[in-house]
């Protein structure tokens, strides 16, 4: 083997780590991203189709049932969640506000500009297709989350 | 053949000269441990605290410490130019706060880009102690001072102005530059808290319970391994030969500068992970300070452990690592009982940690010059 196969060699070597670490740089950026985002809980009109709030509910993301959210209509609470894809479990709760009248599940995709966006939980209740809708604290946004 | 058979017969060295060399060879961590001795009855610490805090401190330093072995075995001394890794580490971690990545993750993240500037900082660093052979320890530890000052313009100008960081929580309300403290909330214990151990060892009387971090452990251990089979490798044959006698390797044909200057990168490199684990177990970053006691402390450790300039184990970091942190534990409530007023006894902490390294250095110049002795005896045969 001459010299310049055995450099060419080691830099081929050489260039894949570097492109692995690259990818894992990615990776973990993608696995280890922190959104704070905000649920909230007013009567809300998406795509026509309007939304009332909910009386009393509670939210529990990936099963965490150690940290759920209590709402009661017009609340407005943050949630902090890691990484991109979740599923939301909320169980609606009667008037007594410890009965679960109804519980739904959905899955969900974040997406960069998250704090440009709030999620609807009447949308998310009425097992609506569209639930994020604008956050009123940030500068209006061309691209939604999906 | 006769004479031969006679040097066999007689021993070199008395048993009495062994033992004082003995003496001599473990002359600071014999000093540190009498003076923990003393030091822990009076700071009234409890058993059980101190062991947690050893079982701590052992996991939140020891990476750092370790990162000094590998100039040693070229024979550079101590890498006082250990902070530039450290500023890298932290730099990492600037960003990876900036962009809210937490956990495991974002540790990795901390890593991966701290890793270039630390290559670049170490290959700097080698090429500047290639031009002061001999003198490695004073250069390296100005020319920390002096890449602090770049460190410090990057973070202080260039941050949220020409790099992009955007967190109100890191920027300075005039929009650019990087606030004093950063909380590392996000990445608090990860690496700790990945596998940890609790164990109750207490009775119904007393209580004992420990908790140790196993997955910090699994990773030092890791890096034990790593340097044991690199002080094996053509590479770490090549620093070993180079920390013997320089001229001779250049005479073997080993890149002695090269070399010098691989030695350099991978103890920088080290050393801003060892920063990252020192950090998330802290949970908040000093932006200007943290990193400005990291080589002194770790050198101070390594020293206490029974490493001499020129020759360091990992055996050494533990015993260092435990020894110095037992010290610094104690010696602020000892300080205290002993003269009464608390701010003393913070004093007093300061006090021991320079006088330390002071201490451990001046042994060392007094234990090089009894070896050169001892072996002047030994060739005459006076022993």
Redesign the interface.
Known sequence: MTISAISKRRWTIRLILLAA?VG??FW??E?????SVLIDNETVTIGGNEYAAVGYATLTVDGDDAKPLSFEADDRLVQKM?ARSHTLSVNILGEDGETVVKTVERRIKLNADAAAWMISLPAVAAEAPEIFIPNPLSKPQDEQSD | MSRTNDVAAKPLFSKMENFKHFLISNSVPIIFLGLSAFAIPLSGFSAEYLVQEMITRLARNSFLVLSLLVPILAGMGLNFGMVLGAMAGQIGLIFVTDWAVVGIPGLILASIISMPIAAFLGYICGNVLNRAKGREMVTSYILGFFINGIYQFVVLYMMGWILPITSPTLVLSRGYGIRNAINLTGMRHALDNAISLSIDLGSETTRFAISIPVSTFLLIAGFCVFIVWFRRTKLGQDMRAIGQDMAAADSAGIAVERTRVIAIVISTVLAAFGQIIFLQNIGTMNTYNSHDQTGMFSIAALLIGGATVSKASIGNVFVGVALFHLMFVVSPMAGKELIGQAQLGEYFRVFVSYGIIAVALVLHAWKRQQERERSRRGLRGEA
């Open positions: 670490l894992v740089a973990m950026y696995i280890g991203k922190e959104y890691v």
